[in-house]
């Protein structure tokens, strides 16, 4: 049986050179490592942001890049639900368009995720009619994130979504997180350089060295 995540890559962005392998058979990983380490490049390498120099992506038994076979699928088509830092909602559009954004990308896909499910399970429902410019940072993230799961993904990708906010607003979305990861059942890659949300969050944890860059 495959590994959830099987991949060797060469990324290079600017000056920087990495080779990066992930073997792991855990739904939930985690990756950390000082600024630098190439946690970022990775992910937007698995997403379909970034092209590798050479190698192979493989997620959960189904390849979304392999250098060898000539087979690089365009982002559109790797059905990811990608979180970054900041939330990056569309600030003229309210709650309920922002999460009608992702659903756009899933047309042709069959739903795993109810419109009125992924609002109850974010407790986003009184955010509905509120413009994103009036949400607080934990807030744009919950909506970020329901944003990404109305995508309908197979995998989802959280680059640092807590790097933003205070501790105070840090442990009001962590709970909401969890119970995305434990209800959700996707295959998640949870950046972070905090030990507690690593701990917190993922099943096993892979920290990447700037030595190696």
């Known amino acids: ?31 950390t490592g000082v600024s630098g380490a190439g946690k ?3 992910l937007q390498a698995i997403a379909g942001l970034l092209r590798p120099r050479a190698g192979r992506i493989a997620v959960a038994g189904r390849t979304l890049f392999d250098s060898a076979e000539r087979i ?20 003229h559009l309210a709650v309920r368009a922002n999460l009608g954004y992702g659903a756009r990308f899933a047309k042709d896909r069959t739903p795993r995720f ?5 609002v109850a399970l974010l407790g986003i429902a009184p955010l509905l009619a ?3 410019v009036n949400l607080s940072g934990g807030e744009a993230q919950r909506v970020a994130i329901g944003r ?9 990708l959280l680059d640092e979504p807590l790097a933003s906010l205070d501790q105070a607003r840090r442990e009001e979305l962590i709970p909401y997180l969890q119970r995305v990861r434990d209800d959700s059942g996707l295959p ?10 690593v701990r917190r969050m993922a099943d096993t944890v892979l920290a990447l060295d700037a030595a190696l860059r």
């Open 188 to 197: 998640m890659i949870y950046v972070s350089h905090v030990a507690d949300e």
């Open 1 to 31: 049986m495959s590994a959830v995540f099987d991949i060797d890559v060469s990324l290079a962005r600017g000056d920087f050179r990495r080779q990066v392998q992930v073997q792991s058979d855990a739904r939930v990983l985690a990756l």
């Open 72 to 91: 690089d699928l365009p982002a559109h088509r790797r059905h990811i639900g990608f979180v970054f830092q900041d939330a990056r909602l569309f600030p």
């Open 130 to 132: 509120r413009r994103t």
């Open 40 to 42: 970022t490049s990775l």
């Open 148 to 156: 990404a799961l109305l995508s309908q993904p197979d995998l989802l």
């Open 114 to 118: 109810a419109f009125d499910d992924v």
